[in-house]
């Protein structure tokens, strides 16, 4: 597709909470394979190649990554220089957890259509699981600047700069959150109706102190997918500290009725914990 403050307030989902990097999709993967259109293709150099995309990325959506990444190499077989195809079997193989071949994937995406804003966005999270976040910034930038109403890099920047803030203090702390902010709300303008953006709007707001704010966000969230334990959790937690203990109850049994009860969000809402941070999906 050619999209041509709380003192005291915890920083950081507690272990039982956070998601094993190893088993947990990065944010990236799972956005772009979630949220690219099946239409995607623009250019059509093989009528097949453009189906199999199609096929592809409706193969990710259903949680099928090895016949996704199959369709993905069966369009590249018919058009080798399909920009889409390389960027869906980039989004395949960093799905698997397989970044180094992922990023080769989409800078070849990049090199064949450099209008291609998804296969900048495929380079920047890639870049930044590797480590290079100065690489991987300015790709993200370049996919922004293509398509400034993706979601994708907006939230994988936000997170990226969320986790750096964590790990420091001071202004340098809030300067990093108040950018991790900015892209977020950015993101809410552009897809208001996505519960993830308005998620991710409730944990920085979390980090900043704000938990009226958190509360606010997160409830949204749940309204938008009432499935999401993690936005019920966000909203319990967030309510609790805040002191209104009523909504605090209200939203942690919809949280035990949407997470399985063994899950950690289950167990965490159930319990009623007072002052818990609230949890992140698919944190990068």
């Not at 944990?203 to 966000?217: P, Y």
């Not at 109850?249 to 950690?264: G, N, Q, Y």
Request: hydrophobic share 45%.
């Amino acid at each position: 597709m050619h999209s041509r403050p709380g003192a005291g307030t915890p920083d950081a989902p507690p272990a039982a909470m956070a998601r094993s990097a190893r088993t947990a999709p990065s944010l990236g993967a799972l956005l772009l394979s979630a949220l690219l259109p099946l239409s995607c293709v623009a250019s059509s150099p093989h009528p097949r190649a453009v189906e199999q995309v199609r096929r592809g990325y409706a193969h990710l959506a259903a949680g099928d990554r090895e016949r996704a990444e199959v369709a993905f190499e069966h369009a590249l077989e018919m058009a080798p220089d399909l920009a889409e195809a390389r960027a869906g079997l980039g989004v395949a193989l960093r799905s698997d957890g397989r970044v180094r071949e992922a990023l080769a994937q989409f800078d070849a995406a990049v090199a064949a259509d450099p209008d291609l804003a998804e296969g900048h966005a495929g380079r920047g999270e890639a870049l930044l699981a590797l480590g290079d976040a100065v690489s991987g910034e300015a790709a993200l930038g370049d996919s922004l600047r293509v398509d400034p109403d993706q979601i994708a890099p907006r939230l994988v920047r936000a997170r990226f700069l969320a986790r750096r803030a964590l790990r420091v203090a001071g202004e340098e702390r809030r300067l990093l959150l108040d950018r991790a902010r900015r892209d977020i709300l950015h993101a809410v303008e552009a897809r208001p109706g996505v519960a993830l953006v308005h998620h991710d709007l409730g944990w920085v707001s979390w980090l900043q102190g704000d938990l009226d704010g958190a509360a606010g966000s997160y409830t949204q969230a749940a309204r938008l997918d009432p499935s999401m334990a993690e936005a019920w959790l966000g909203a319990c937690a967030a309510l609790e500290a805040a002191g209104r203990r009523a909504d605090a109850e209200a939203a942690c049994a919809r949280c035990t009725e949407a997470a399985p009860p063994a899950s950690p969000a289950g167990a965490r809402c159930a319990a009623h914990q007072r002052g818990g941070a609230p949890a992140r999906t698919g944190a990068p």
